[in-house]
């Protein structure tokens, strides 16, 4: 007999599981399917995000910047810490406590809700069915009046750098090293390369970052990305290579040969360890059967519509498996507006507001359009930019670069963009998003009390500034 629900959600990471809860919460009988699981075999919820992504890297992040600070970030504040060495086991350890802790933490919410957890690989079929294969390979059937696909996405692989998770690491396996290796070769300049690189580089390891376009962060505001990439190179010391392509690589037990091109012609270099970090895919392989009948994009990717519904009834698809940023929170704000359809109420989602974070040291944190974007469609606009170094609370946390900059209509003065490099920069472009939200002008920023001192004033004086008139800088 096929188990019958309200709601089926494929996966269970931040677009699956979210959607899960709250379609629970309004009453809906719902099951989630999802085929992750931990080192001993276990079901463990979160996906890509919290097992082996956005969680467990931020937790190594932190480790290692911690690091970097009582090496050499703490005499300015006259404390004298002598030699300090990293125990990289047990930084990794508290990596997995966390990622446990969280995981385990979603078993309980969906306890709590009442949503059915099932354990395996689901596949759409016709009907609305969902065919779940366990790890052992046995076979049921669910089906349900609604389907969300939350199906995620996968690391995309280079032929010419095989990942074995030994020598040559995706991400996932780069978040396991269990020693700093001496050198250390990432393929790909994006946001993950840049953070995975960023922790290695703390705890010792010279890395060399090799980019095939030559433009760096091509997707972030160039004044920005420009002040980013000193800050990378020159402060940090790490080794980017841009225009480079990496045209195979040769792996033994200790280390990788890779050979790469750029304007110079080729060239190699021995790494111990290998990090491919070149972008993800839609996680859609197999994920319906033929006579289900859904529609994928040129790109492998669930075809929706500005709703999340796919071409099949009452079928619907969320996260990274469909168009639109890869982004855990871009994923649980469309599993949360499809709940609520199903439900019978009125969903919202502002695609145009969705933040961007890159958690390196300073922090990148955008939302809305680049000055480069604004121009492209021909937009008037007006600029305005704050520095942290004229900032009084990011100068006694000893941060001394970085900056808020704001875009802004010329004619309506809305804001159209906010790019901060800086400290705490993820959490200060909430603001930013809240504003846009409720289509706010930097009149309306400029005019709002900011508590002093804060690193919330550079985003008061980055509104001032849009109007040429900061108050604690040169205009």
Sequence with gaps: MTDKFDVIVVGAGPAGYVAAIRCAQLGLNTACVDEWQDSEGNASLGGTCLNVGCIPSKALLDSSEKFAQAQHGM??????????????????????????????GIAGLFKANKVTAVHGRGRLLKDKQIEVTSAGGE?????????????????????????DNAVILDNAGALDIDTAPKKLGVIGAGVIGLELGSVWKRLGSEVTILEAVDTFLPTVDKQIAREAQRAFVK??????????????????????????????????????????????????????????GLVLDERGRIDVDAHCRTNIANVYAIGDAVKGP????????????????????????????????????????WVGLTEEQAKEQGKNIKTGFFPFAANGRSLAMNEKGGRVKMIADAETDRILGVHILGPNASELISEAVLAMEYSASSEDIARTIHAHPTLSEAMHEAALSVSGRALHKVN
């Excluded at 006259?78 to 990293?86: D, E, F, P, W």
């Excluded at 195979?248 to 190699?268: F, I, M």
């Excluded at 790494?271 to 970090?277: M, P």
């Excluded at 871009?330 to 499809?338: I, L, M, Y």
């Design 75 to 104: 005499d300015a504040h006259g404390i004298k810490t002598g030699k300090v060495s990293i125990d990289v086991s047990a930084m990794i350890a508290r990596k997995n406590t966390i990622v446990d802790n969280l995981t385990k």
């Design 139 to 163: 076979q049921q059937i669910l089906a349900a009046d609604n389907i969300i696909l939350a199906v995620g996405s996968v690391p995309i692989d280079i032929p010419v750098a095989a990942v």
């Design 235 to 292: 402060e940090q010391g790490l080794n980017i290579k841009l225009g480079t392509k990496v045209t195979g690589s040769k792996a033994s037990k200790k280390s990788v040969k890779v050979t790469y091109e750029d304007k110079d012609g080729e060239h190699t270099e021995t790494f111990d360890k290998l990090i491919v970090a070149v972008g993800r895919r839609a996680n859609t392989k197999d994920i319906a059967s033929d006579d289900a």
């Design 326 to 365: 890869m982004l855990a929170h871009k994923g649980s704000e469309e599993g949360v507006a499809v709940a609520e359809q199903i439900a019978g109420q009125h969903a919202h989602i502002n695609h145009d507001c969705v933040p961007w974070v890159i958690y390196t040291h300073p922090e990148i944190a």
